[in-house]
């Protein structure tokens, strides 16, 4: 059986960052999330801000272990089965990696200890301190990543000598165009879903419950910045686009499937089959105009489509199309939550709404779901090209046989699917028991005062209704 090496070295790349990237995004959050519990603690001496942080702080070191793991085999990956990626634009990538590793990697390595077994140990500012500089070790570590990731996208400051991308200019290079937009849109993305894991977290203890204050606690301190981020992500989501369009306007053609660069006014394709054979639309449903008034801003205006490439140089369209809507969608699912939720907060019905807490228990994973649906657009959208303009993914391979990838996709299936199973079941039995009870945050007695009794008794009324 013939094996095809770049499909399949695309196929394991893309397996693995699936699983790396969701293990990032939550801990960029999550050890934000953690520090700011701290400042809360040391600032209003309420020990429900300090056991809170402590029982995030166990789920945020099986998430960082886990993806840690997951980065270390992407970086090796570059050498199996990409190393004429390596050979020609190493010279720019590999420092920019580099940085990463020196500088965010080593920040988290060093106060991670701190920060994980420090309790007790060390001056709460102390702990304090480190948990701060993991969580700046964090963004630290995505500002790196989408660094060289942009360039990929829009390569600038290098010259080609020998067929060798060599860096020129450094600052030019880190912050190429699309970088500030993408970096902005990556790191709320990543907050966002923190947030409404831990919303889901609280939603489920209040009613089921359990650590009604610190389920309070949760809903409301995530409530409150999902309030606040939703909103803002809508603007980064469409400045990042606004330079796409600009700096990828093949991409942007994919992602709005379409193909007719003359086309003016431009429909909004809500829903269609992009059919490559034909260069058209199936089963389209359109809204006029509203494409061109989201890419150029104007009534009439016209942005350049399918067409206007050779063929060879196109994205495949239809996972493009469909990711970024999938994207897109979630992005609207979310605002409709943290409106209605607002709502409810305004008229202080947010902890009597058993069907709004229940809807909310489940939609943890939507954060997730939204960031791997933009990173495929991302990734997928800017092929042929692995390096635009530059390298072609198919030249970009490494010279090895389609059955050695093959097999040592096989068995990332299998390890993967071993190691993250036990990780994920772990994080999952953290989370179904909970932040450790308190004397002032625990159920018992939270039913001895009376402002909590009223929402002990708001909970009691909805659980017929769940």
Same mark, same amino acid.
């Given at each position: 059986?013939?094996?095809?090496?770049?499909?399949?070295?695309?196929?394991?790349?893309?397996?693995?960052?699936?699983?790396?990237?969701?293990?990032?995004?939550?801990?960029?959050?999550?050890?934000?999330?953690? =520090?700011?519990?701290?400042?809360?603690?040391?600032?209003?001496?309420? !020990?429900?801000?300090?056991?809170? =942080?402590?029982?995030?702080?166990?789920?945020?070191?099986?998430?960082?272990?886990?993806?840690?793991?997951?980065?270390?085999?992407?970086?090796?990956?570059?050498?199996?089965? *990409?190393?004429?990626?390596?050979?020609?634009?190493?010279?720019?990538?590999?420092?920019?990696?580099?940085?990463?590793?020196?500088?965010?990697? %080593?920040?988290? @390595?060093?106060?991670?200890?701190?920060?994980?077994?420090?309790?007790?140990?060390?001056?709460?500012?102390?702990?304090?301190?480190?948990?701060?500089?993991?969580?700046?070790?964090?963004?630290?570590?995505?500002?790196?990543? +989408?660094?060289?990731?942009?360039?990929?996208?829009?390569?600038?400051?290098?010259?080609?000598?020998?067929?060798?991308?060599?860096?020129?200019?450094?600052?030019?290079?880190?912050?190429?165009? $699309?970088?500030?937009?993408?970096?902005?849109? &990556? +790191?709320?993305? @990543?907050?966002?879903?923190?947030?409404?894991?831990?919303? =889901?977290?609280?939603?489920?203890?209040?009613?089921?419950?359990?650590?009604?204050?610190?389920?309070? $606690?949760?809903?409301? &301190?995530?409530?409150?910045?999902?309030?606040? /981020?939703?909103?803002?992500?809508?603007?980064?989501?469409?400045?990042?686009?606004?330079?796409?369009?600009?700096?990828?306007?093949?991409?942007?053609?994919?992602?709005? @499937?379409?193909?007719?660069?003359?086309?003016?006014?431009?429909?909004?394709?809500? %829903?269609?089959?992009?059919?490559? !054979?034909? !260069?058209?639309?199936?089963?389209?449903?359109?809204?006029?105009?509203?494409?061109?008034? +989201?890419?150029?801003?104007? *009534?009439?205006?016209?942005?350049?489509?399918?067409?206007?490439?050779?063929?060879?140089?196109?994205?495949?369209?239809?996972?493009?199309?469909?990711?970024?809507?999938? &994207?897109?969608?979630?992005? /609207?699912?979310?605002? =409709?939550?943290?409106?209605?939720?607002?709502?409810? *907060?305004?008229?202080?019905?947010?902890?009597?709404?058993? /069907?709004?807490?229940? $809807?909310?228990?489940?939609?943890?994973?939507?954060?997730?779901?939204?960031?791997?649906?933009?990173?495929?657009?991302?990734?997928?959208?800017?092929?042929?090209?692995?390096?635009?303009?530059?390298?072609?993914?198919?030249?970009?391979?490494?010279?090895?046989?389609?059955?050695?990838?093959?097999?040592?996709?096989?068995?990332?299936?299998?390890?993967?699917?071993?190691?993250?199973?036990?990780?994920?079941?772990?994080?999952?039995?953290?989370?179904?028991?909970?932040?450790?009870?308190?004397?002032?945050?625990?159920?018992?007695?939270?039913?001895?005062?009376?402002?909590?009794?009223?929402?002990?008794?708001?909970?009691?009324?909805?659980?017929?209704?769940?």
């Amino acid at each position: 059986m013939d094996f095809d090496p770049v499909l399949l070295s695309r196929i394991q790349f893309a397996f693995t960052v699936t699983f790396h990237i969701i293990f990032p995004s939550f801990t960029i959050g999550l050890a934000a999330w953690i =520090a700011t519990l701290e400042g809360m603690w040391l600032w209003s001496k309420n !020990e429900r801000y300090h056991k809170l =942080a402590r029982f995030w702080t166990k789920i945020f070191a099986v998430s960082f272990g886990m993806g840690v793991v997951s980065g270390v085999v992407l970086s090796y990956q570059f050498g199996t089965n *990409w190393s004429e990626y390596s050979r020609v634009v190493g010279n720019v990538v590999a420092p920019l990696i580099g940085y990463e590793v020196l500088t965010a990697f %080593f920040l988290e @390595a060093t106060f991670l200890g701190i920060m994980l077994f420090g309790w007790n140990r060390v001056p709460p500012w102390l702990h304090f301190t480190a948990s701060v500089l993991v969580a700046l070790g964090t963004a630290m570590s995505a500002f790196w990543i +989408l660094s060289a990731n942009s360039w990929m996208q829009y390569p600038v400051g290098y010259s080609m000598q020998n067929g060798v991308a060599v860096p020129e200019d450094w600052l030019e290079i880190i912050f190429s165009p $699309t970088f500030p937009t993408r970096f902005a849109h &990556m +790191l709320t993305a @990543a907050y966002i879903t923190t947030a409404f894991v831990v919303l =889901a977290a609280g939603a489920r203890y209040w009613l089921q419950g359990r650590h009604i204050d610190h389920a309070e $606690t949760m809903i409301k &301190m995530a409530l409150g910045l999902l309030i606040v /981020l939703v909103p803002l992500q809508m603007e980064f989501g469409d400045q990042s686009g606004m330079k796409v369009a600009e700096y990828q306007p093949t991409k942007v053609a994919a992602m709005e @499937a379409h193909w007719d660069g003359n086309e003016s006014p431009v429909p909004f394709v809500l %829903f269609a089959w992009p059919n490559e !054979e034909t !260069e058209s639309n199936d089963f389209a449903i359109t809204i006029p105009h509203v494409a061109s008034m +989201l890419i150029t801003r104007t *009534w009439d205006g016209k942005f350049p489509g399918l067409k206007d490439v050779p063929a060879e140089d196109r994205p495949p369209v239809a996972p493009v199309f469909f990711s970024f809507r999938i &994207m897109v969608g979630l992005g /609207l699912i979310m605002l =409709a939550t943290v409106v209605v939720g607002a709502v409810l *907060w305004w008229r202080r019905r947010l902890f009597s709404t058993g /069907l709004y807490l229940k $809807t909310v228990s489940y939609m943890w994973p939507i954060g997730f779901l939204a960031i791997v649906a933009g990173w495929y657009t991302t990734e997928i959208g800017r092929q042929p090209w692995v390096v635009h303009g530059v390298l072609r993914t198919a030249d970009a391979v490494s010279p090895v046989p389609g059955g050695s990838v093959a097999t040592t996709l096989a068995l990332f299936v299998i390890v993967y699917g071993i190691v993250f199973s036990f990780g994920i079941y772990y994080i999952n039995r953290l989370l179904r028991r909970g932040p450790e009870p308190t004397g002032e945050g625990s159920s018992e007695s939270s039913a001895r005062r009376p402002i909590s009794f009223a929402h002990d008794a708001g909970r009691d009324a909805i659980q017929p209704g769940e």
